[in-house]
């Protein structure tokens, strides 16, 4: 358990003021049937048979992983338990996702945000069988993708999802997401990964809480002038300038940023991926 800056370290900082009294940690392993693997079309083969695409997003042959998201942080994360030279990146081309504007309590965020991740990881197979440059089959063990939110309060009852802020107003929507929802206040982070084999699928949400300081204008005004909310779930970077605010938190430090490296390393062992450790393909 991680925990930084409390005031008392024998207080647990729980999630209760996000109506929960357990942080949501589930995981699913299922087989090519439920979850289309690396071996399976995306295009209407019932078959299951062996997919002979070729990978168009890779580099060079000796890749071995494929990470399906645009996202720099996630790729160093990832690096950071194989190796760069093991990686290469084939984000979705289709950035649109669905909204959680109409989610509003844990079940219909849970669902919506493995919604998302399964769009992600389709979107992503079809892209690897419709290159031509590199054989699938042979020069990919795992495709890796994930998508982060904030979960804050946004009410008695009611739970409110903050992405990305809008590229043309993230500051307006950032100053009202540090003003309302974050500001002296506990919030949640969620991570959902998927793994996805030439045999199998796992996915897993992982939550870590995170309490910011009360925040004045001018903190602030600081903040927004760094520049550093674009881009970012919940505008702000834990890694980053945003540090200063972190009061303490609750969970996998890396989770916040993107991607769960502890628990993403445990699917990809049990999984059965090679290159775990070793930094070479």
Same mark, same amino acid.
């Given at each position: 358990?991680?925990?930084?800056?409390?005031?008392?370290?024998?207080?647990?900082?729980?999630?209760?003021?996000?109506?929960?009294?357990?942080?949501?940690?589930?995981?699913?392993?299922?087989?090519?049937?439920?979850?289309?693997?690396?071996? %399976?079309?995306?295009?209407?083969?019932?078959?299951?048979?062996?997919?002979?695409?070729?990978?168009?997003?890779?580099?060079?042959?000796?890749?071995?992983?494929?990470?399906?998201?645009?996202?720099?942080?996630?790729?160093?994360?990832?690096?950071?338990?194989?190796?760069?030279? %093991?990686?290469?990146?084939?984000?979705?081309?289709?950035?649109?996702?669905?909204?959680?504007?109409?989610?509003?309590?844990?079940?219909?965020?849970?669902?919506?945000?493995?919604?998302?991740?399964?769009?992600?990881?389709?979107?992503?197979?079809?892209?690897?069988?419709?290159?031509?440059?590199?054989?699938?089959?042979?020069?990919?063990?795992?495709?890796?993708?994930?998508?982060?939110?904030?979960?804050?309060?946004?009410?008695?009852?009611?739970?409110?999802?903050?992405?990305?802020?809008?590229?043309?107003?993230?500051?307006?929507?950032?100053?009202?997401?540090?003003?309302?929802?974050?500001?002296?206040?506990?919030?949640?982070?969620?991570?959902?990964?998927?793994?996805?084999?030439?045999?199998? %699928?796992?996915?897993?949400?992982?939550?870590?809480?995170?309490?910011?300081?009360?925040?004045?204008?001018?903190?602030?005004?600081?903040?927004?002038?760094?520049?550093?909310?674009?881009?970012?779930?919940?505008?702000?970077?834990?890694?980053?300038?945003?540090?200063?605010?972190?009061?303490?938190?609750?969970?996998?430090?890396?989770?916040?940023?993107?991607?769960?490296?502890?628990?993403?390393?445990?699917?990809?062992?049990?999984?059965?991926?090679?290159?775990?450790?070793?930094?070479? %393909?």
């Amino acid at each position: 358990m991680l925990r930084r800056g409390s005031e008392d370290p024998a207080e647990p900082l729980t999630p209760e003021s996000l109506l929960s009294a357990e942080a949501f940690d589930s995981q699913i392993v299922v087989n090519v049937d439920g979850c289309p693997s690396l071996c %399976c079309t995306v295009s209407g083969d019932r078959n299951n048979t062996p997919l002979q695409s070729r990978v168009g997003c890779m580099q060079s042959s000796s890749h071995q992983i494929v990470l399906g998201s645009r996202s720099p942080r996630r790729l160093d994360l990832l690096a950071s338990i194989v190796g760069r030279d %093991c990686i290469a990146v084939c984000a979705p081309t289709d950035a649109r996702e669905q909204g959680f504007a109409d989610c509003h309590d844990r079940d219909s965020i849970s669902h919506r945000l493995s919604d998302v991740v399964d769009a992600k990881r389709r979107t992503v197979i079809a892209q690897i069988e419709a290159s031509r440059e590199h054989d699938l089959a042979s020069q990919t063990s795992a495709l890796v993708v994930a998508d982060t939110i904030v979960v804050v309060r946004a009410g008695e009852s009611e739970l409110l999802v903050l992405g990305q802020p809008d590229a043309d107003q993230w500051k307006s929507n950032v100053r009202q997401w540090m003003q309302r929802h974050l500001s002296g206040q506990v919030h949640e982070v969620w991570t959902r990964y998927a793994v996805v084999t030439a045999t199998a %699928c796992s996915s897993r949400t992982v939550t870590t809480c995170v309490e910011m300081e009360p925040l004045t204008e001018q903190m602030i005004d600081w903040y927004l002038a760094t520049g550093e909310s674009v881009g970012k779930a919940g505008g702000y970077a834990i890694q980053g300038h945003a540090s200063a605010f972190i009061r303490r938190f609750d969970g996998s430090i890396t989770n916040v940023i993107g991607l769960p490296v502890y628990e993403l390393a445990g699917t990809m062992r049990e999984l059965g991926v090679p290159g775990i450790w070793h930094h070479d %393909c």
